[in-house]
């Protein structure tokens, strides 16, 4: 089976940085584009940061200049740099990748379970 695990949330204050990790691990073939999406309380799920196997990347109007994601190819491995918080980036950030998996002809979305990240003001 294929699973992404995130890590590397936790409660900061306001200006602070955080970084967080997504594994990515299983029977995996190749990965496609990855991405963190996040959702705060009430709201809908929505896309932070994403990044192509080549390194291209696109963000949010919210967090450009304040976040970078990055990954590690050969890991298989996801990163989102975070940087100058503010109160209204606390949400459950969920990491997002599209891949094939071994033995499958088609590439398919998985999720992971998801960290909090808390800014306090």
């Known amino acids: 089976q294929v699973q992404l695990v995130e890590s590397g949330g936790g409660l900061v204050q306001a200006g602070g940085s955080l970084r967080l990790s997504c594994a990515a691990s299983?029977?995996?073939?190749?990965?496609?584009?990855m991405g963190w999406y996040r959702q705060a309380p009430g709201k809908q799920r929505e896309l932070v940061a994403a990044?192509?196997?080549?390194?291209?990347?696109n963000y949010a109007d919210s967090v450009k200049g304040r976040f970078t994601i990055s990954r590690d190819n050969a890991k298989n491995m996801l990163y989102l740099q975070m940087n100058s918080l503010k109160p209204e980036d606390t949400a459950v950030y969920y990491c997002?990748?599209?891949?094939?998996?071994?033995?499958?002809?088609?590439?398919?979305?998985?999720w992971g379970q998801g960290t909090q990240v808390t800014v306090s003001s």
């Open positions: 990044i192509t196997s080549g390194g291209s990347t």
């Open positions: 997002n990748a599209r891949l094939r998996a071994s033995g499958s002809y088609y590439y398919t979305v998985y």
């Open positions: 299983g029977s995996i073939f190749s990965i496609n584009t």
